[in-house]
Structure formats: C-alpha cells, structure tokens
C-alpha cells in the first residue's frame, strides 16, 4: 500500500510515534527531497536506510505509475518536506493513479500548517477552505480575490514572505480593508507569531517585512445584507476601483459579496469619485 506520512512542519517534537516506528521498518520510501527525508531520519535516531525515490513536483506524474507498481507488494511512504503529503506538496497525481489502480491508499496523520493557522486565528472554524498558494501575477491575483470575495467559508492561503505586503493589499482591495484576518508565520517554530485584524491593518504592519512561512487566513463574507450599509458597500467598491479594477466589475463584486444592489453600488460610487 501506500502511505502518506505527516511530518513536523518546524518542531521535530510533534514526530508521532508512529511516523518514527514505520520510518524505521521502512523498505521503500517516496521523498520530495530525498535529502530531507535523510536528515529527518538521521535527527529522529533512525538507522534505517530504506530505498528511496525522489517523488516532486516536477516528475510526479511521470513516477507515479511506478511507485504505485511498487506498493502493490509492499508499503511505499511518502514524505513531503513539511506537513502532509497532497496537500499543497506532491502527492495528488500518485493518490489518483493508485485509486484508479486499486492499490490502497492510507494516511500517517499528524501536523499541518493548514489546521494549525485555521485554529490559532481566532476566526470561525466550522466551515473553511483552503486556498494554496495566491498566483504570483498581480492582475490575475486581484482577479481571483475578488472573485473569493462573497465565499462565506473562512479562507486559508500560504505565501511566500516576500509577496506577503502585496498579496495582503490585493486581499484588502478584493474582499475589503475591514474584512478580519490573522497571519501566521513560522508555526510552531521558536519564533511562532500570529498577528490578528482587520485586513488594512495588516497591511500596514506587514509593510516594513515579514519572515517566514507565512499562512494567512481570511474571515468569510457575512452574507448579510443588513450588516453591510450602502455606505460602506460604497466605500468597498472605491477601494477596488483604487486597485485597479473596473467601476462597473467592482461594483457587480461587493453586490455579490453583500447582497446589495449592484446599480446602487454603481451609481454611489460614480457620486463619490
């Protein structure tokens, strides 16, 4: 079978038992970075020097037909460099291709960056999604926001530190300056952070720099008319338009996101200019 195997995302405390105990009877481990996956083992007492498979992004795809063949007779492990397998990391293309071959699929559980962030935030936990990683071109990363922006789920992203200030402005004009957020930077690290408010904030104090691996997690929209005024939907819409984004687009964005009228919105923002 194959088995996704969580591994610590900072500590190496948080290692479970079982990861160390199947590390060590391993035969035929799958790795992101077979680099890694040694300095794991070697900083987890492991003597164990199983086979291993470079298993990244770039030849996945490629290797997965392989590596599912191997799991037929035996237990391959899956490591991705931090937190778990598939999820944001290599892993997907090689759990589809072992669905479709009827070759079992099972799961070390243990940390994740996603979970941790999601929890710590301060923002409702019930219902989420996760995002990934925003889009590195700036156009298409306003686009997708505002598009994000009448999901009623709290959201959760990484970022890479360098784009946090501008990912952050672009999540302030797409889903509102005044929309609630945390960022949470280098989880369960010695220098763990989690800087909570509302987006504008969060602008200004990501604006001298952030370090780190960075999640950023963003409260849903309301979906209730009665608490977003015409004024502020106003004031949404300029803020947009400030960005970048077309008046008439901005404008059918916040109706969407607040249930307001979109001429209102439209013909508001045309008297504030």
Not at 117 to 136: H, I, K
Request: proline share 4%; charged share 25%.
């Amino acid at each position: 079978m194959i088995v996704l195997a969580a591994t610590p995302i900072g500590n190496l405390g948080d290692a479970s038992r079982r990861l160390v105990e199947t590390l060590s009877n391993a035969t035929v481990v799958a790795a992101e970075d077979t680099r890694t996956a040694i300095h794991l083992m070697r900083a987890l007492g492991i003597e164990n020097r199983p086979r291993l498979i470079a298993l990244h992004e770039h030849n996945e795809r490629a290797k997965a037909a392989e590596v599912v063949e191997l799991a037929r007779d035996q237990d391959v492990i899956v490591l991705t460099d931090a937190g778990m397998p598939a999820i944001s990391d290599p892993g997907f293309p090689l759990v589809e291709a072992a669905a479709a071959a009827g070759v079992t699929v099972t799961a070390l559980p243990g940390p994740s960056a996603v979970l941790m962030a999601l929890a710590v935030s301060g923002l409702p936990t019930d219902r989420f999604t996760f995002e990934g990683f925003p889009t590195r071109k700036p156009g298409e990363r306003r686009r997708a926001f505002e598009a994000l922006a009448g999901e009623q789920r709290t959201m959760v992203f990484f970022e890479s530190p360098h784009r946090l200030g501008d990912t952050l402005a672009d999540m302030a004009a797409g889903f509102g300056g005044s929309r609630r957020a945390a960022v949470c930077r280098e989880l369960t690290k010695l220098y763990e952070e989690v800087e909570r408010g509302p987006l504008d904030a969060l602008v200004e104090w990501a604006a001298d720099g952030v370090r780190g691996e960075i999640c950023i997690v963003v409260a849903g929209a309301s979906g209730s008319v009665d608490e977003v005024s015409l004024e502020d939907g106003v004031r949404l819409v300029l803020e947009r338009v400030a960005a970048g984004t077309r008046m008439k687009e901005a404008s059918a964005a916040v109706a969407d996101a607040t249930g307001l009228s979109k001429r209102d919105l439209y013909e508001g923002a045309l008297a504030a200019r």
